[in-house]
Structures are given as C-alpha cells and as structure tokens.
C-alpha cells in the first residue's frame, strides 16, 4: 500500500531490519497478544522510532556540520520527544488484543523493505 503513495524513507542498520522481521514473523506465529509479545513489540517500536528521530532530525544537522552546542540541543530535544513516544507506546500496547497485535505487525511488515539494488 505504502509503494503506491508519495513516502518518505528512514534507513535502519541491515541487523534491525532482520531483528524486526524475525520478531514480526515470531509473535505473528505465536499470535498471542501475551506481556512477552507486547514486550517485545514495544522494545522493537522503541529501537525503530530511535533511527527514524535520529535520521530525521540529527542526520540534516550533521550534514551541516553543526555545533556539538546545536547538536546537544536537538539531542535533548529528541531525546523529551522519544520519553514522550515511550509512554504512549507502553500505555497503547497494554491494552493490545491479539487482533490489533496482528494489525500493528502487518504495519511494520509493511513498513520495513530491503535496500534496491542498483
């Protein structure tokens, strides 16, 4: 669905990206919205929001060759958005059934593509 709109791309380390399809095909299999899947999903959403924050946000000063002075603001910065994020996250995942469990996997699934060859 995502191929066929206009998006915008965050690249992952090749081990995230394999880690987070072998944790999506695990608890897809389990099928069992239980604390060790929330768990992990929430480690895994967690880990995936820290590239994206990063890459969106501290990847365009570093390429300006910011100061460590900006740079440490917008660490701080991301680093209130990311405790922010958490929360939610944590609140949002407790309250998961097996259906949406499902539905959240199938997102990252979608969401998550191997680099084009060139």
Do not use: C
Not at 27 to 49: H, S
Not at 55 to 81: C, D, H, Q, V, Y
């Amino acid at each position: 669905m995502l191929k066929q709109q206009s998006h915008i791309v965050a690249p992952i380390p090749d081990e995230l990206r394999t880690r987070a399809l072998y944790t999506v095909s695990e608890l897809k299999e389990r099928g069992k919205a239980d604390k060790e899947a929330i768990e992990k999903l929430y480690n895994l959403i967690v880990e995936l929001t820290e590239q994206g924050l990063d890459f969106f946000f501290l990847e365009p000063l570093r390429r300006l060759n910011a100061s460590s002075m900006m740079m440490g603001m917008a660490k701080m910065g991301i680093s209130s958005m990311l405790k922010g994020s958490k929360m939610v996250v944590h609140k949002v995942l407790k309250k998961l059934d097996d259906r949406s469990l499902a539905a959240i996997l199938d997102f990252i699934e979608e969401i998550i593509h191997e680099p084009e060859a060139h």
